[in-house]
């Protein structure tokens, strides 16, 4: 079985607790297939209980990561759980990730030059594209801009941006999750998709264009995937599509959100290696108060398993 790395997070946060939970609670193959990048005090801090390959990168006093409150220790030790990790991946000692939730306030403060898991893990591991996906049991979405300001999404969404994100979105579809003809329904960024150039000129401009580079790189990579767009937002979710491209971050994680919110995977495409994490942060709020629910990182994890046994069909 493929190594599963799992990264622990913000230990001041609901990360830790998260994965012991979900450890404590995972099959013994899936739970013996796993090597956790953290802190084992942490761990034991956070009631794991069950044995399990833990790689310490820190060694963190209590002071240094107290539960819901951020401190520079645990900011620098997110940071280095990441790399450590990544580095096992780029050896070939893992491969697959699930990473649990970071601070980005905080990991920015620690040097880390990235808005987010995904940029940072594209920039590592040398991926030539790479999108965003959540995935749930009812829903799926991916995102062709990501951590973008609201203002500047129409300057930087790209015909290309779109094609990617249909692409990236349908190759995994068919190659690693079992959907042979994914049905991909692709949003507008406008209301009413534009109303035919009453309210932006973006859907016939960028949009339409990008469907159809994407449709044509998916063609070419001999998968049959219907792509139809752009799609009037408010209303295109209600639609028996396989996946969703949404052309921005809120545009796509509001409504999966609403009807996976415990469930929703998210889902890196386009590296050499599966990852996933879940989707919510750190969740300062409620650490180390038995309040935080495992559900999203344990899909994360059954996902990651369940990715990582398929060996994708090189079209």
Known sequence: ????????????????????????????DVRASCVVFGDAGVLARAGLRSAVDIRAITRLAPDDAPLGRPTPAGAAAQVAYLEAAVAAARAGEVGALVTAPISKKQVASAGFAFPGHTEFLAERLNAKEHAMMLAGPRMRVVLATIHVALADVPKVLTADAVARAVFLGGEVLATRLGVATPRIGVLGLNPHAGEAGMFGDEEARVVAPGIAAGRARLAAAGIAASVEGPLVPDAAYRRPYDLFVALYHDQGLIPIKLVDFDLAVNVTLGLPIVRTSPDHGVAYDIAGKGRARKESFDAALRLASDMSRVTPVLR
């Not at 493929?2 to 013994?28: M, N, Q, R």
């Open 1 to 28: 079985m493929t190594k599963l790395g799992i990264t622990l997070g913000d230990p001041s946060g609901i990360g830790p607790e998260i994965v012991a939970a979900t450890l404590d609670g995972a099959a013994a």
